[in-house]
């Protein structure tokens, strides 16, 4: 049996392991040889029964090929998600290509942000929807009869394995659940469709602290526990007075937004949405807090919550992502990153305003003309940070997106964060080795310094979209960590 075993610290680090039917120790080996490096790093690839074609995806094109050197051949356009469609599965008389699109983090960790299951034919034409897209459904795998597909989903609360018929027009009847296999993570069937494998994927994610060193970069092993429990906790934030944190989390199945105090405690219920709740954000006074949502299909809005609970209000409205919104200091200002109202625009930086607190929010306007991502706010007011995506620089703009100073880097980043008094930005930091951290640079521009060193294996970060999540308090830094235990199981399959 083969597998991917990945290693999370900013880069992706994967290799492809076997072992043998009836369990044992694993070796790590290389792809086949006829298909090199031009594919190993991406999760988007998978060969055809027989091994003489390729199928892989490029954005949102999904191509085939006979050599990896050779000429492509364009199968489908997938235009639903602005991820791309990955975990690609060929049908075994070679005629269908099941894949997945939606939630690629799923690969690698507890994402359960929704994903859907789609077919497409091996020689070309429009891609089919199998699943819905209301819940995680992922790892696709055929049945020898090329007509029953099996995959992963949640869509009946913990996850299970399903299987559905399949035809050109797609689905026939609803999935059925397969018994047997336990909180699966991902599946694969053998040849003869009489056993079926899964990777069993527990994983607890909490909330560390790690102190601000005085002088030189400290270990991640200096990293303390501030929540616990088995639930998974991705995004988080500090509240001005440093005595509570807001965070998303599965406490109650999907991802709803709670806080709790920083001494301790229960959390606390937020809000909760139909369909997932990520990165909450206070607002400065703390009475409120902003976070963006998605439910199946429909793209991820801003939201903004009194924080004491109740009903959110969705402040956008657009076909294009709105996400990982952020306040001004004046609290009168929520800035995100986005694709603009129709989603076919370089991602800048976007705002919704209100003449004051309490006041009715007005439309979205485009703030920067200039492509940049995941803003945070100086906590004077004065200027704004964000990621200059290809430009590979940190760039400082005003309150009205004009450029103040652009900071080339010579390290990748992610997450820029400004420290509570505004004279730091904080950011991960990475190397082409594999090597991370926590760094930052004064506010004004300047050198990188390194104060917290990716150095102990037993400290898993745990994998977002953007980058690592990041909260910068006085004396503290707060990141996501996650502990996974994981095996491989198998069992007969009966269907």
């Known amino acids: 049996m083969r597998f991917r075993s990945c290693k999370y610290t900013y880069l992706f680090l994967c290799e492809w392991k076997e072992v043998g039917k009836y369990g044992g120790p694993t070796r790590t080996v290389g792809i086949p040889a006829e298909y090199p490096d031009t594919f190993a790093f991406l999760p988007y690839y998978a060969l055809s029964p027989g091994g003489s074609r390729v ?6 094109s999904i191509f085939a090929a006979a050599d990896p050197e050779g000429e492509r051949e364009l199968l489908g356009v997938h235009t639903a998600d602005p991820w ?6 060929w049908s075994p008389d070679g005629r269908w290509v099941a894949y997945v699109n939606g939630n690629p983090l799923w690969r690698w960790g507890a994402n359960v942000s929704d994903a859907s299951i789609w077919i497409l034919d091996a020689q070309g034409g429009e891609p089919i929807r199998i699943t819905d897209e209301q819940s995680l459904n992922v790892s696709p795998q055929w049945l020898p009869d090329s007509r029953h597909l099996l995959f992963v989903s949640d ?12 035809t050109p027009e797609g689905p026939k009847g609803s999935p059925k659940h397969i018994p047997g296999p336990s909180d699966p993570h991902s599946i694969s069937v053998s040849s003869d469709g009489k056993q079926i494998a899964w990777a069993k994927l527990t994983v607890a994610q909490n909330i560390w602290s790690v102190p601000i060193p005085d002088s030189g970069p400290i270990s991640i092993g200096e990293a303390v526990p501030v929540t616990d429990g088995s639930r998974v906790i ?9 005595e509570w944190l807001v965070f998303d989390s599965n406490i109650r199945g999907r ?8 001494s301790g405690g229960d959390p606390e219920v937020v809000t909760e949405v139909d369909g997932h709740a990520f990165g909450p954000v206070w607002s400065p006074d703390g009475t409120e807090v902003a976070f963006y949502s998605a ?6 809005q801003v939201f903004v919550t009194k924080a004491s609970g109740g009903s959110p209000q969705q402040l956008t409205d657009f076909r294009g992502v709105a996400s990982f919104p952020t306040w001004s200091p004046d609290g009168r200002t929520i800035a995100f990153p986005s694709r603009g109202p129709e989603g076919d625009e370089a991602l800048r930086i976007w705002t919704v305003s209100r003449d004051s607190v309490g006041l009715p929010w007005g439309d979205p306007t485009r703030l920067t003309n200039f492509p940049c991502s995941l803003p945070d706010w100086a906590p004077d007011g004065s200027s704004f940070v964000c990621d200059g995506l290809t430009s590979f620089e940190i760039v400082s703009a005003s309150p009205d997106g004009e450029v103040l100073n652009r ?7 992610a997450r820029l964060r400004y420290s509570p008094d505004g004279s730091r930005i904080y950011f991960w930091c990475y190397s082409l080795d594999g090597t991370a951290g926590i760094c930052w640079i004064p506010s004004g521009g300047g050198d990188v310094t390194k104060v917290v060193a990716l150095d102990d294996p037993t400290k898993e970060i745990a994998a977002i979209f953007i980058g690592p999540a990041l909260t910068v308090g006085t004396e503290n830094l707060y990141v996501t960590i996650s502990d996974y235990d994981s095996d491989i199981w198998v069992a007969d399959l009966e269907w």
């Not at 791309?84 to 599965?89: E, I, L």
């Not at 439910?295 to 991820?300: H, P």
């Not at 900071?407 to 980043?413: S, Y």
Request: glycine share 14%; proline share 6%; charged share 25%.
């Open 407 to 413: 900071q080339p880097m010579q390290v990748g980043f």
């Open 55 to 60: 199928v892989f995806a490029f954005g949102s």
């Open 234 to 242: 991705e995004d988080h934030d500090l509240s001005r007075n440093g």
């Open 155 to 166: 869509r009946d609360g913990p996850r299970g394995v399903y299987v559905v018929e399949v």
């Open 295 to 300: 439910t199946g299909s429909e793209r991820a």
């Open 255 to 262: 991802f709803g937004i709670y806080k709790r105090r920083i």
């Open 84 to 89: 791309g469609p990955h975990s690609f599965a």
